[in-house]
């Protein structure tokens, strides 16, 4: 009886931490959506934490005619195409990683666990070096490319930990029934993979999307910048315009707050897969 109320029991302790960490993040998120919605003239007027007296929705007026629409294409273009090839690529080394045992495939993955430790702060000048000398500068490529190389070896550690904890006997039992390794990969894997895809997909998106240092380093044109980097541009455009600022911020952020509602139930499932053994 002692040890079934001592479960029961509240953690006051907890909770209270908890709310109160709650309430550090919130705070910030609530005063750029408030922000956001308040006239120019109010911003220096009103209280920064108070609903806007008179809400209107020119800031994000603004920002959309200042051609946020080819950034935000951009940046779907550049996020889509990188974390599509990163899955591709990484599913199938994972898949040979786990059930080729030679030592070719070992050694493919202690490589790949060594691009995790590589900074890339480390490695640009390289990188903006080989970009050039492909005839890669200043478009979508420079960004989509080593956005990839970069993604791929935590991408396929994830994976590997992933389809260890798949059972030997069901791929033995689709080899009986002569499965080929094609079969195998998109009727078993990918299925029974999907909580992780799913997580390193939003993952590695959301790496793409908030990237900063290689749009800024390979890219020079205006009709080739991406959110993040037009973020920092309309600092500059709207100085004064603070509303119009944190308006661009909350558009930004809506489409991986969308991703992240869509696959929250396997994002846990999907991080903690193999590592309990």
Same mark, same amino acid.
């Given at each position: 009886?002692?040890?079934?109320?001592?479960?029961?029991?509240?953690?006051?302790?907890?909770?209270?931490?908890?709310?109160?960490?709650?309430?550090?993040? @919130?705070?910030?998120?609530?005063? &750029?959506? =408030?922000?956001? /919605? $308040?006239?120019? +003239?109010?911003?220096?007027? *009103?209280?920064?934490?108070?609903?806007?007296?008179?809400?209107?929705?020119?800031?994000?007026?603004?920002?959309?005619?200042?051609?946020?629409?080819?950034?935000?294409?951009?940046?779907?273009?550049?996020?889509?195409?990188?974390?599509?090839?990163?899955?591709?690529?990484?599913?199938?080394?994972?898949?040979?990683?786990?059930?080729?045992?030679?030592?070719?495939?070992?050694?493919?993955?202690?490589?790949?666990?060594?691009?995790?430790?590589?900074?890339?702060?480390?490695?640009?000048?390289?990188?903006?070096?080989?970009?050039?000398?492909?005839?890669?500068?200043?478009?979508?490529?420079?960004?989509?490319?080593?956005?990839?190389?970069?993604? @791929?070896?935590?991408?396929?550690? &994830?994976? =590997?930990?992933? /389809? $260890?904890?798949? +059972?030997?006997?069901?791929? *033995?039992?689709?080899?009986?029934?002569?499965?080929?390794?094609?079969?195998?990969?998109?009727?078993?894997?990918?299925?029974?993979?999907?909580?992780?895809?799913?997580?390193?997909?939003?993952?590695?998106?959301?790496?793409?999307?908030?990237?900063?240092?290689?749009?800024?380093?390979?890219?020079?044109?205006?009709?080739?910048?991406?959110?993040?980097?037009?973020l920092w541009t309309f600092q500059g455009d709207f100085t004064t315009n603070i509303p119009a600022v944190l308006a661009?911020?909350?558009?930004?952020?809506?489409?991986?707050?969308?991703?992240?509602?869509?696959?929250?139930?396997?994002?846990?499932?999907?991080?903690?897969?193999?590592?309990?053994?």
């Open positions: 009886m002692a040890a079934t109320r001592a479960h029961t029991r509240p953690n006051v302790l907890g909770g209270a931490f908890g709310s109160l960490w709650l309430l550090i993040t @919130i705070v910030p998120i609530y005063y &750029i959506v =408030v922000t956001s /919605l $308040r006239p120019r +003239p109010d911003y220096y007027t *009103e209280n920064p934490l108070s609903w806007p007296a008179d809400p209107t929705l020119q800031a994000y007026a603004d920002v959309l005619a200042a051609d946020f629409g080819m950034y935000f294409l951009n940046s779907v273009i550049v996020t889509t195409v990188t974390t599509a090839t990163v899955v591709f690529i990484s599913l199938l080394a994972a898949y040979v990683i786990v059930r080729n045992r030679r030592r070719a495939s070992l050694q493919l993955f202690n490589v790949l666990l060594l691009g995790i430790a590589i900074p890339l702060q480390g490695v640009i000048i390289p990188v903006y070096y080989l970009i050039v000398k492909i005839g890669l500068y200043d478009t979508l490529w420079a960004i989509i490319l080593p956005a990839v190389a970069f993604a @791929i070896p935590l991408t396929v550690l &994830i994976l =590997v930990n992933f /389809l $260890r904890d798949v +059972p030997n006997e069901l791929f *033995e039992s689709m080899r009986l029934d002569g499965a080929t390794d094609w079969r195998m990969l998109w009727t078993l894997v990918v299925p029974l993979s999907k909580p992780a895809i799913i997580t390193v997909a939003i993952y590695d998106a959301l790496n793409v999307w908030n990237g900063f240092l290689f749009p800024l380093i390979l890219t020079q044109s205006s009709d080739k910048r991406v959110l993040p980097l037009s661009a911020v909350v558009l930004s952020v809506l489409p991986m707050l969308a991703a992240y509602a869509v696959g929250r139930r396997q994002l846990v499932s999907g991080l903690t897969a193999g590592f309990t053994k």
